[in-house]
């Protein structure tokens, strides 16, 4: 018996072939490597992104508390190149002013001068501070002082 079908038209292992071979069969589609590698590309990046922005923000918070670090440094240094006329205590406020070449550090702050408004002209406001327990000092007031 001769088959009567091309040899050519016939697939040895038809259960192997990339696509249907019978119209019955289940479809078949090929996928689209360049649509998934564009999606986990994607993907990929959206979370990268994310991650990065996460680590730029704790740098910039890093920074910033470096910086608060240094600014305390600096009162701390300045006040304790200040005359002070009495013993801060730790917890207290205390109010750092300049005048001429040296510091002062006093229990006065700077809206508190009352009649003796002129020794106020004399002294140069800087900043508002608490003794903390390791000796260093916390800025209280950042900000300038108008006086009333």
Do not use: C
């Amino acid at each position: 018996m001769i088959n009567p079908i091309d040899k050519d038209k016939v697939a040895e292992n038809p259960g192997l072939l990339p696509y249907p071979h019978t119209i019955g069969s289940a479809v078949i589609k090929p996928d689209d490597v360049g649509k998934l590698k564009s999606r986990a590309l994607s993907a990929m990046n959206e979370q990268t992104d994310m991650q990065l922005l996460q680590i730029q923000r704790q740098v910039e918070l890093l920074v910033r508390q470096a910086n608060e670090i240094k600014q305390r440094v600096e009162i701390s240094e300045m006040i304790y190149t200040a005359v002070i006329s009495f013993e801060p205590l730790v917890g207290n406020v205390y109010h750092l002013y300049q005048m001429g070449n040296e510091y002062r550090l006093m229990m006065i702050g700077p809206n508190e001068w009352g009649r003796s408004r002129s020794r106020v002209e004399t002294l140069n406001y800087i900043k508002t501070v608490r003794l903390l327990s390791d000796h260093t000092w916390e800025i209280i007031n950042n900000d300038k002082v108008i006086f009333v």
